[in-house]
């Protein structure tokens, strides 16, 4: 009954709409030629009005909205990119506001009038190649900073950078960390199951004192290396706060890298905002959940940081904690041969 | 020049002037259904894409319901979509079919389809002095194709596991995997199917516009005499052409990866709870291979646009197009440096950091083209005499948003900006407003200029005044804000902001922009009534009045419903470039195509010469 009501209520405003136009439109031909101008000028004036007011509303409101624009970029890159938009921001903002003002006056200014002919003006080389070479220079200098930037922002990770590796899959993020040694265990598809779904390989050393983290902790004021794989379809980390993101693809491993320069602490400050959390999220769809996909990201001075990632990797180091263990439960029931050893490591529990 | 008569032209004429003598008998089917005639086909492309315009608008209704009014129940929608709205509420599945179908949908049905499909059709004989088009049964087929991809497409809505949900880009793995999503199974196979059906209808189309242009003009309409319209269609073209069929392949590739195995875009999956024996394959090529065809596909949709409202700004303002040559040339310009930018919808992707920084340069560099038009519009209206109509309305609103859309082009086509910008909102803002928005524009601007020529009748103006200025401001009030949330990071494609403290500030925006969609919809549904009431009720054009316009070209020297082969005599002769409004300073405000040159005429062009 209402699935009924509201399609007779939609069909009868536009019949509304259909009759009042029609006996409008009736009065019109009734009328003839007699006040064409006149109407032609209403219609005129009244563009003019709506493209201005469209004009005027559509800047004012960023003065309104910018307050909810995201905070004072935290990382160095944000700083770079930040910079692009404001750029950018000054040279459409003119062209924006310079072109609609011509049109939407030329509307109200050049409207039809029974004494006038248009002007015959067909060409103008002179004006034509200005407006091909002003812009022309402009745009020259944005993409100059621009490329700039880029290559700034993919530039060589620094040699002192830490390093978290991001898995992304339908719908959640795993975090490891390489431990004291900061270098990751190696990874392997052909080794990936149920209980080893990023595939790491045990035998690896390496991977001895690596740990898995719920919430990404990284240190201030140090470069960040962020490696980035994906075990099922695409997906991004995206950073939004410090204005990266990457895609993860699987198949084929990507990266990143930033520095953080305002921890969670400080950014609570200038937002005046207790509860802030620096958040991730996946910027790619991913499928039903793909709005889901959430970590909290912790920005912590550098001693914090080291402090808190020498007590994981001793305490929480997923090899010495879940995958020895099995492996020695399994070796204390039965007289392994090495194969089987292998096979327990690489079923070790996730 | 204008003298100069070609043998083929003459021998063309000869050979199609008896055509009204051999009449072949006309049936219903031969007429309106398999019909070889443009202008019918044009009429059918145009139904077609009205058909689909609805269902795609309303699909965008329906999602945005949901980002409007996330934690309201609507036992109403459940009643009329069953289950996509569970207990009134949509489903994420359901949302993201929803997205994905719009997008499709939009792109390829409507503004590709039912644009430049019908004003292809419906402009290029008629503009150029043809008969019809080179191969009238091949763009019969070229219909025909589109009837049965959009059959197999409307079919998968109606599909248990739902249609294609990845995205209108399908990206694999998503998209070719059944596992990730259940849109990916059947609904997914019914896309690619139909896609393929869409390139096969595209091309031939294509192919008989380009022929035409080139070979069917009628004596004295040289290359640079013909109208706008004519040559933005054919660039249309010429670009359709160039990049479907790699879209095609892809297409055809995940085809295999999906039901024969092999690894084309995949390699190294795990999911749900196993490892896939993919190797080897790249999800990259395949965005490599859409976005060869995404990319100029905007073009596809924004050229006919650009043409309509050059043509339309010029007749309705009475004066000549500005800079009639730089028109042309910036039209060039995009065509070509549309097929090398394609990479900057992938700079995220992971590609190669030099890579990016050639496609800002180029994507950049589009704006000097599309900034010499917008200020070729401009000075096409200053000092003009301008007539405001449904159709010049439109054609104003068009230069208006195509501004608003383009200037954060320059944001987003910088990979610098891309970087904090890719995938959110901005971008949805972006390419709504230049090239939905827009396209729509020239598209509704075409119709209510080209309608009497079309059905021998008028539209409502008064409706179509109110259609204008709804959808003009109504179309600010939905887009414009999505600046702001994407300033603000707000990711695309998210079917409830709550998850996230940074991206559920938006609550009041979200409805304003879902409010203003609702109204804005229920606007087109007025075009609708308008347009099918016009049909059979519309003010008659009349025999004696068959250039309501006061147009130059040669589609109003035709009668008032033209018979298959458009002019009943012979072809008309032309013998000037279509933009002579306002020449004379006495006499009638404008100078048809087929009005010979005058005396003073020819001497200044010798001078010149």
Same mark, same amino acid.
Request: hydrophobic content about 50%; charged content about 15%; aromatic content about 16%.
């Given at each position: 009954?209402?699935?009924?009501? #509201?399609?007779?209520?939609?069909?009868?405003?536009?019949?509304?709409?259909?009759?009042?136009?029609?006996?409008?439109?009736?009065?019109?031909?009734?009328?003839?030629?007699?006040?064409?101008?006149?109407?032609?000028?209403?219609?005129?004036?009244?563009?003019?009005?709506?493209?201005?007011?469209?004009?005027?509303?559509?800047?004012?409101?960023?003065?309104?909205?910018?307050?909810?624009?995201?905070?004072?970029?935290?990382?160095?890159?944000?700083?770079?990119?930040?910079?692009?938009?404001?750029?950018?921001?000054?040279?459409?903002?003119?062209?924006?506001?310079?072109?609609?003002?011509?049109?939407?006056?030329?509307?109200?200014?050049?409207? +039809?009038?029974?004494?006038?002919?248009?002007?015959?003006?067909?060409?103008?080389?002179?004006?034509?190649?200005?407006?091909?070479?002003?812009?022309?220079?402009?745009?020259?200098?944005?993409?100059?900073?621009?490329?700039?930037?880029?290559?700034?922002?993919?530039?060589?990770?620094?040699?002192?950078?830490?390093?978290?590796?991001?898995?992304?899959?339908?719908?959640?993020?795993?975090?490891?960390?390489?431990?004291?040694?900061?270098?990751?265990?190696?990874?392997?598809?052909?080794?990936?199951?149920?209980?080893? $779904?990023?595939?790491?390989?045990?035998?690896?050393?390496?991977?001895?004192?690596?740990?898995?983290?719920?919430?990404?902790?990284?240190?201030?004021?140090?470069?960040?290396?962020?490696?980035?794989?994906?075990?099922?379809?695409?997906?991004?980390?995206?950073?939004?706060?410090?204005?990266?993101?990457?895609?993860?693809?699987?198949?084929?491993?990507?990266?990143?890298?930033?520095?953080?320069?305002?921890?969670?602490?400080?950014?609570?400050?200038?937002?005046?905002? %207790?509860?802030?959390?620096?958040?991730?999220?996946?910027? @790619?769809?991913?499928?039903?959940?793909?709005?889901?996909?959430?970590?909290?990201?912790?920005?912590?001075?550098?001693?914090?940081?080291?402090?808190?990632?020498?007590?994981?990797?001793?305490?929480?180091?997923?090899?010495?904690?879940?995958?020895?263990?099995?492996?020695?439960?399994?070796?204390?029931?039965?007289?392994?041969?090495?194969?089987?050893?292998?096979?327990?490591?690489?079923?070790?529990?996730? | 020049?204008?003298?100069?008569?070609?043998?083929?032209?003459?021998?063309?004429?000869?050979?199609?002037?008896?055509? @009204? $003598?051999?009449?072949?008998?006309?049936?219903?089917?031969?007429?309106?259904?398999?019909?070889?005639?443009?202008?019918?086909?044009?009429?059918?492309?145009?139904?077609?894409?009205?058909?689909?315009?609805?269902?795609?608008?309303?699909?965008?209704?329906?999602?945005?319901?949901?980002?409007?009014?996330?934690?309201?129940?609507?036992?109403?929608?459940?009643?009329?979509?069953?289950?996509?709205?569970?207990?009134?509420?949509?489903?994420?599945?359901?949302?993201?079919?929803?997205?994905?179908?719009?997008?499709?949908?939009?792109?390829?049905?409507?503004?590709?389809?039912?644009?430049?499909?019908?004003?292809?059709?419906?402009?290029?004989?008629?503009?150029?002095?043809?008969?019809?088009?080179?191969?009238?049964?091949?763009?019969?087929?070229?219909?025909?194709?589109?009837?049965?991809?959009?059959?197999?497409?409307?079919?998968?809505?109606?599909?248990?596991?739902?249609?294609?949900?990845?995205?209108?880009?399908?990206? %694999?793995?998503?998209?070719?995997?059944?596992?990730?999503?259940?849109?990916?199974?059947?609904?997914?196979?019914?896309?690619?199917?139909?896609?393929?059906?869409?390139?096969?209808?595209?091309?031939?189309?294509?192919?008989?516009?380009?022929?035409?242009?080139?070979?069917?003009?009628?004596?004295?309409?040289?290359?640079?005499?013909?109208?706008?319209?004519?040559?933005?269609?054919?660039?249309?073209?010429?670009?359709?052409?160039?990049?479907?069929?790699?879209?095609?392949?892809?297409?055809?590739?995940?085809?295999?990866?999906?039901?024969?195995?092999?690894?084309?875009?995949? =390699?190294?999956?795990?999911?749900?709870?196993?490892?896939?024996?993919?190797?080897?394959?790249? %999800?990259? #090529?395949?965005?490599?291979?859409?976005?060869?065809?995404?990319?100029? @596909?905007?073009?596809?949709?924004?050229?006919?646009?650009?043409?309509?409202?050059?043509?339309?700004?010029?007749?309705?303002?009475?004066?000549?197009?500005?800079?009639?040559?730089?028109?042309?040339?910036?039209?060039?310009?995009?065509?070509?440096?549309?097929?090398?930018?394609?990479?900057?919808?992938?700079?995220?992707?992971? #590609?190669?950091?030099?890579?990016?920084?050639? +496609?800002?340069?180029?994507?950049?560099?589009?704006?000097?083209?599309?900034?010499?038009?917008?200020?070729?519009?401009?000075?096409?209206?200053?000092?003009?005499?301008?007539?405001?109509?449904?159709?010049?309305?439109?054609?104003?609103?068009?230069?208006?948003?195509?501004?608003?859309?383009?200037?954060?082009?320059?944001?987003?086509?910088?990979?610098?900006?891309?970087?904090?910008?890719?995938?959110?909102?901005?971008?949805?803002?972006?390419?709504?407003?230049?090239?939905?928005?827009?396209?729509?524009?020239?598209?509704?601007?075409?119709?209510?200029?080209?309608?009497?020529?079309?059905?021998?009748?008028?539209?409502?103006?008064?409706?179509?005044?109110?259609?204008?200025?709804?959808?003009? #401001?109504?179309?600010?009030?939905?887009?414009?804000?999505?600046?702001?949330?994407?300033?603000?990071?707000?990711?695309?494609?998210?079917?409830?902001?709550?998850?996230?403290?940074?991206? =559920?500030?938006?609550?009041?925006?979200?409805?304003?922009?879902?409010?203003?969609?609702?109204?804005?919809?229920?606007?087109?549904?007025?075009?609708?009534?308008?347009?099918?009431?016009?049909?059979?009720?519309?003010?008659?054009?009349?025999?004696?009045?068959?250039?309501?316009?006061?147009?130059?070209?040669?589609?109003?020297?035709?009668?008032?419903?033209?018979?298959?082969?458009?002019?009943?005599?012979?072809?008309?002769?032309?013998?000037?470039?279509?933009?002579?409004?306002?020449?004379?300073?006495?006499?009638?405000?404008?100078?048809?195509?087929?009005?010979?040159?005058?005396?003073?005429?020819?001497? @200044?062009?010798?001078?010149?010469?």
């Amino acid at each position: 009954m209402s699935a009924f009501l #509201l399609i007779l209520t939609i069909v009868l405003l536009v019949i509304v709409v259909l009759q009042i136009s029609k006996a409008a439109e009736l009065a019109r031909v009734l009328k003839g030629d007699s006040d064409y101008e006149e109407s032609n000028g209403n219609l005129a004036l009244i563009t003019t009005v709506v493209g201005f007011v469209i004009l005027v509303a559509s800047l004012w409101s960023i003065f309104t909205y910018k307050d909810r624009f995201l905070p004072v970029p935290a990382s160095e890159q944000g700083v770079w990119i930040q910079s692009m938009i404001n750029w950018t921001m000054f040279f459409t903002c003119a062209v924006y506001i310079i072109t609609q003002i011509l049109l939407f006056w030329f509307v109200y200014k050049y409207k +039809f009038s029974s004494k006038r002919r248009a002007f015959w003006y067909p060409d103008n080389g002179a004006l034509e190649l200005a407006w091909t070479v002003v812009p022309a220079i402009v745009l020259t200098v944005l993409v100059i900073l621009g490329i700039q930037k880029w290559f700034k922002v993919f530039s060589e990770t620094p040699t002192d950078a830490i390093v978290v590796d991001v898995t992304a899959q339908q719908f959640k993020w795993t975090l490891r960390y390489p431990g004291n040694d900061n270098v990751l265990g190696a990874r392997d598809f052909s080794l990936t199951n149920s209980n080893n $779904e990023l595939g790491v390989n045990w035998n690896d050393k390496n991977s001895h004192d690596d740990f898995f983290a719920d919430d990404m902790v990284i240190p201030v004021n140090t470069p960040v290396l962020v490696k980035i794989s994906a075990l099922d379809v695409l997906h991004n980390v995206n950073l939004v706060h410090f204005r990266v993101k990457m895609d993860a693809v699987p198949g084929i491993p990507t990266k990143m890298w930033f520095r953080p320069t305002i921890t969670t602490d400080s950014m609570r400050l200038i937002l005046n905002n %207790p509860e802030f959390e620096y958040e991730l999220n996946c910027s @790619e769809l991913c499928g039903s959940g793909h709005y889901n996909m959430r970590k909290v990201i912790k920005v912590v001075s550098l001693d914090e940081y080291k402090k808190w990632a020498r007590t994981q990797s001793l305490e929480n180091a997923f090899y010495t904690k879940n995958v020895q263990p099995e492996l020695a439960a399994s070796t204390a029931q039965t007289d392994t041969t090495s194969s089987s050893k292998e096979a327990a490591i690489t079923t070790a529990t996730n | 020049m204008a003298e100069v008569i070609s043998k083929e032209h003459l021998a063309h004429d000869v050979h199609h002037a008896p055509h @009204e $003598e051999h009449h072949h008998v006309e049936t219903f089917i031969n007429k309106y259904i398999f019909t070889t005639d443009h202008k019918m086909i044009a009429r059918q492309f145009l139904f077609t894409g009205i058909f689909w315009a609805i269902i795609g608008g309303l699909f965008s209704v329906l999602f945005r319901v949901q980002l409007g009014w996330p934690d309201a129940t609507f036992p109403v929608l459940e009643k009329l979509f069953g289950n996509w709205f569970n207990d009134g509420k949509l489903d994420p599945n359901a949302y993201y079919m929803l997205v994905t179908m719009h997008g499709t949908i939009m792109v390829f049905f409507v503004l590709t389809a039912g644009l430049s499909g019908t004003f292809a059709n419906f402009l290029i004989p008629l503009q150029i002095g043809a008969r019809d088009m080179a191969s009238g049964f091949i763009n019969m087929l070229s219909y025909w194709f589109f009837f049965l991809s959009s059959l197999v497409m409307f079919a998968s809505l109606f599909v248990p596991t739902g249609a294609a949900s990845g995205g209108w880009t399908i990206y %694999p793995p998503l998209s070719a995997l059944p596992q990730a999503t259940p849109g990916s199974g059947t609904g997914m196979t019914l896309w690619l199917i139909s896609m393929a059906l869409f390139i096969g209808s595209t091309l031939m189309g294509g192919l008989n516009y380009i022929t035409t242009v080139l070979n069917l003009r009628t004596r004295g309409m040289d290359l640079f005499k013909m109208p706008l319209t004519v040559w933005a269609l054919f660039f249309t073209a010429i670009i359709g052409l160039l990049s479907f069929p790699v879209l095609l392949s892809g297409a055809v590739l995940l085809i295999f990866d999906r039901s024969l195995g092999t690894s084309f875009f995949l =390699s190294d999956i795990y999911i749900g709870g196993k490892a896939l024996g993919y190797s080897g394959g790249s %999800p990259i #090529l395949f965005q490599h291979l859409f976005w060869f065809l995404g990319h100029p @596909e905007v073009y596809i949709v924004i050229l006919p646009a650009m043409g309509m409202v050059s043509e339309i700004l010029a007749t309705h303002s009475r004066k000549p197009i500005f800079g009639y040559k730089a028109m042309i040339f910036s039209i060039l310009g995009i065509t070509i440096l549309g097929f090398i930018v394609w990479a900057h919808h992938m700079f995220m992707s992971g #590609l190669n950091p030099f890579a990016g920084s050639v +496609f800002t340069l180029f994507t950049l560099l589009i704006a000097v083209p599309s900034a010499v038009k917008v200020f070729n519009w401009l000075t096409t209206l200053w000092r003009g005499n301008i007539h405001l109509n449904s159709a010049s309305l439109f054609a104003i609103g068009f230069v208006s948003v195509f501004i608003s859309g383009g200037v954060t082009g320059i944001w987003l086509g910088n990979a610098t900006i891309d970087i904090q910008l890719h995938d959110t909102y901005f971008v949805v803002a972006h390419f709504h407003i230049v090239m939905g928005i827009a396209a729509f524009f020239g598209m509704f601007a075409g119709v209510y200029h080209w309608f009497p020529k079309m059905f021998g009748r008028f539209m409502n103006e008064t409706m179509g005044y109110i259609h204008f200025f709804v959808t003009f #401001l109504g179309s600010y009030v939905i887009f414009w804000p999505m600046h702001y949330l994407g300033m603000s990071g707000v990711p695309r494609r998210y079917y409830s902001f709550k998850e996230f403290a940074a991206f =559920s500030q938006y609550d009041d925006l979200n409805k304003v922009i879902s409010a203003a969609a609702i109204v804005v919809f229920i606007t087109q549904l007025v075009f609708v009534a308008n347009f099918i009431y016009s049909i059979y009720k519309g003010r008659k054009m009349t025999s004696d009045n068959l250039n309501p316009w006061n147009s130059n070209t040669l589609e109003w020297t035709t009668p008032v419903e033209p018979g298959h082969g458009n002019w009943p005599g012979a072809l008309p002769t032309v013998y000037r470039w279509p933009y002579d409004y306002s020449k004379n300073t006495t006499g009638p405000d404008f100078t048809p195509q087929t009005v010979p040159l005058t005396e003073q005429e020819i001497k @200044e062009l010798e001078s010149h010469a």
